[in-house]
Nanobody
Framework: QVQLVESGGGLVQAGGSLRLSCVVS????????MGWYRQAPGKEREFVAR????????DYADSVKGRFTISRDTSKNTVYLQMNTLEPADTAIYYC?????????WGRGTQVTVSS
């Protein structure tokens, strides 16, 4: 059974930074693509970033490109999302997602709130 535990969210002022973590168990982490998604109040869940294990390719939503960085530590079965230059529009619950395609398992998420 896949388990995902996100952490690292919080309240931050616009322009600040946060690093989210997601500890993954129940799958072959080193051979799995991983993604981050987010859901703002009243909106649908949307793609943020994906790490593809083959070639270690990264992909980002246009809205976060240049500000967010996805990475992973296979020794800790953990995927990270470094978020810099945060904006109020980044306020959402952030979820990690095995496969990074928006289906399958989800954790409880971690709340990120950016004040203006």
């Amino acid at each position: 059974q896949v388990q995902l535990v996100e952490s690292g969210g919080g309240l931050v002022q616009a322009g600040g930074s946060l690093r989210l973590s997601c500890v993954v168990s129940g799958l072959s982490f080193s051979n799995s693509d991983m993604g981050w998604y987010r859901q703002a109040p009243g909106k649908e869940r949307e793609f943020v970033a994906r790490f593809s294990w083959f070639g270690e390719r990264t992909d980002y939503a246009d809205s976060v490109k240049g500000r967010f960085t996805i990475s992973r530590d296979t020794s800790k079965n953990t995927v990270y999302l470094q978020m810099n230059t945060l904006e109020p529009a980044d306020t959402a619950i952030y979820y990690c997602n095995p496969g990074g395609r928006g289906f399958g398992s989800w954790g409880r998420g971690t709340q990120v709130t950016v004040s203006s």
